[in-house]
């Protein structure tokens, strides 16, 4: 069985439904697409900061060998 039409609002070359488009409201969803995608990307960033801060420990617990303390003191 095919299902015509199910992934298009066109159907024969014209539209299946007539676009209503609220002005305002475009504004709005679309504004919160970039609010999303631009926090998304700071996440993005801060997340490579993080890792890149992560690898300078490990390397620094890596040279030093602070697994080996028994009771670390810390401060």
């Known amino acids: 069985?095919?299902?015509s039409g199910l992934m298009s609002l066109w159907i024969d070359g014209r539209p299946k439904v007539e676009a209503k488009i609220n002005p305002r409201r475009a504004v709005f969803v679309l504004g919160k697409i970039d609010e999303i995608l631009s926090w998304e990307k700071t996440k993005e960033l801060e997340g490579d900061v993080r890792f890149v801060e992560l690898g300078e420990y490990l390397c620094e617990v890596r040279a030093k060998?602070?697994?080996?303390?028994?009771k670390p003191q810390l401060f």
């Open 1 to 3: 069985m095919t299902l």
């Open 65 to 70: 060998q602070y697994w080996k303390l028994e």
